[in-house]
């Protein structure tokens, strides 16, 4: 804790702001520029922890490190993308730049700001935040905090224990944190994983190492296309201008994901099919799809990964690249024993285990002095909750792109704060209303729906929903997009002081 005179200069010095934005990644950035547009006049900072804008765009730096969502749907509908649909972190965080410095958002953001608590104060309503910046402490008020930090750790992946893990003689390496020095020459890899993170970094080293070989404990489904869209090939041949283009493909994109979404619930076998069967044109007829490609749950109860170009097949189809399907039983000094018995020697190790899941940025929480538990709160359309005043957080979609959400919440952000001036209202805070009381409350999701690995080790973090539409996050974009703009602020879910 700061000592006295410190804490006696902090309080001559804290600043104060209308809004306080957490992250600039992605919805962060999207969030200040929401705000300049939108509500004129706000005064606001944005809290970076990393040392530049990006956000998970700007932590991962493992090979070929790309975005798995088109970006005519992950880019902002402000912001035209004029690139390939599946885009690399550098063009990503090029087109963010462009965002920051075409808006003069530069001098709102600050990096290298770490934010330790945050405690609201209901007889000032106001939130203080604190934390550090080079090793020392800082303070700032705001009105209202904007949570736009992700969902998982920064700082470390998610490998789990395996027994032997200590005698392997070499390498282990998370693709989160991918080491600088990492030499992958003549050396025999293994990926452990099979998620969107492996089907990247697999064909993206298999040229740079002696062997990669793809380690899952079961298949994952996967979308091969061409790194291209027709659509807009041809509005750029006719010089349609790229506004036009951004908008028209993005709203075919929606509408196809849309259709392809439904039809994975309502005729999940022959989904299945058409996936397999997309796979099965890049592999060949002879490559074992029950054993490698086969995943045994329904279509989009986890998330698909797209493969540009197929690039993960032809690497598998070259030899350069192999996929084991087993369990793993033990590491050994040379590799890897399977429960099968048999051994895959490795010198390198990459755990593509996935994240940890990350509660609102790892912050100490304080409700007028009582710590907060997010896991105690229910959630008003996965954004707000019961219980805490003067905060919005951004969770993004699984089956659409994330930025998709970012911008429907920065939209409700920035009417529900004009709403608020309009009322004079200096908080408000959701509540379950008369009829909600009886409400039965379920997890953060329906494991049923969607159950990844991270969310089910972390879904006792998160808050809870309701049975009704209101106190839940839907992950339904196509219902959201409608009723987003039409949510009633002045319901008595809103709280108003």
Known sequence: ????????????????FDVLIVGAGISGVGGAYHLTKQCPGTSFVVLESQESFGG????????????????????????????????TAEEILSYMGEVIEENDLGRHIRYGHSIASARWSGS?????????????????????????????RHSEGYTPEWPGMADFKGRIVHPQTWPTDIDLANKKVVVI??????????????DKCQHVTMLQRTPTFFRAA???????????????????????VRRKILHDQDVFTRRSFSEPEKVKQELLAGVRAHLGPDYDMDTHFTPSYRPWRQRIAFVPDGDLFKGIRSGKASVVTDEIERFTPDGILLK?????????VVTATGFHLNVLGDIAFEIDGKPLDFANTVTYRGMMFTGVPNMVWVFGYFRASWTLRADLVGDFVCRLLNHMGARQAHRVEVALRPEDKDMKLLPW??????????LMRGIHLLPKRGDKRDWQ????????????????LDDRAFVYG
Not at 340 to 348: M, P, T
């Open 473 to 488: 996050h839907t992950q339904d974009y196509w219902g959201e997009k409608n009723e987003f703009p039409a949510i009633d």
């Open 124 to 152: 000032d309503n106001r939130w203080t935040i604190e934390g550090t910046c080079n090793g020392r402490p800082f303070r700032l008020t705001a009105n209202f905090l904007w949570m736009c930090q992700g969902y998982y």
């Open 193 to 206: 994983g099979s998620g969107a993170t492996a089907a990247t970094l697999v064909p993206n080293i298999a």
């Open 1 to 16: 804790m700061p000592d006295t005179a410190l804490q006696t200069e902090q309080a001559h010095t804290t600043e104060h």
């Open 226 to 248: 061409r790194n291209a869209d027709d659509l807009a090939d041809t509005l750029r041949k006719l010089e349609v201008d790229e506004a036009w283009i951004h908008e028209i």
């Open 445 to 454: 999701i329906d494991p049923e729906n969607f159950n990844p690995g991270y």
């Open 340 to 348: 099968s018995g048999k051994e895959l020697e490795a010198d390198i």
């Open 56 to 87: 998970t765009w700007l932590t991962h730096k493992y090979p070929g490190i790309r975005s798995d969502s088109d970006l005519f749907t992950f880019g902002y509908r402000f912001k035209p993308w004029t690139g390939a649909p599946i885009a």
